[in-house]
């Protein structure tokens, strides 16, 4: 599976970006997938993932503001960014996994194929 990420950038606090994720060699519908999000000195966070049924789960601190979907027509993952803050300033990630395990999980270890990051910067 490849992963390429795209739509990261500067913004303004409180406004909105949307990230994207293509994937290639492989139909988006078998896989699990997640957006991580990785700040300098900090460990990478899974902030929201979508299962092989659909079922999306995200961190409480993006709940709300932040919601990811999929595209299967353009075999693309998505991450609509509202509301942004200075603390949603990282390297975003997007990560798949073929194995369905049935759960929708933000754990790094979940997921074996990784895309090269888009960096977020917001600024208040």
């Known amino acids: 599976v490849q992963l390429v990420e795209a739509g990261g950038g500067s913004m303004q606090a409180g406004g909105s970006v949307r990230l994207s994720c293509v994937v290639s060699?492989?139909?988006?519908?078998?896989?699990?997938m997640a957006w991580f999000r990785q700040a300098p000195g900090k460990e990478r966070e899974g902030i929201a993932a979508?299962?092989?049924?659909?079922?999306?789960c995200y961190a409480e601190s993006v709940k709300g503001r932040f919601t990811i979907s999929l595209d299967a027509a353009e075999n693309t993952l998505y991450l609509q960014m509202n509301s942004l803050e200075s603390e949603d300033t990282a390297m975003y990630y997007c990560a798949a996994e073929a194995r369905d395990i049935g759960l929708c999980s933000r754990e790094v270890s979940a997921y074996d194929s990784w895309g090269q990051g888009t960096q977020v910067t917001v600024s208040s």
């Open positions: 060699e492989y139909r988006i519908f078998y896989l699990r």
């Open positions: 979508v299962n092989t049924h659909g079922n999306t």
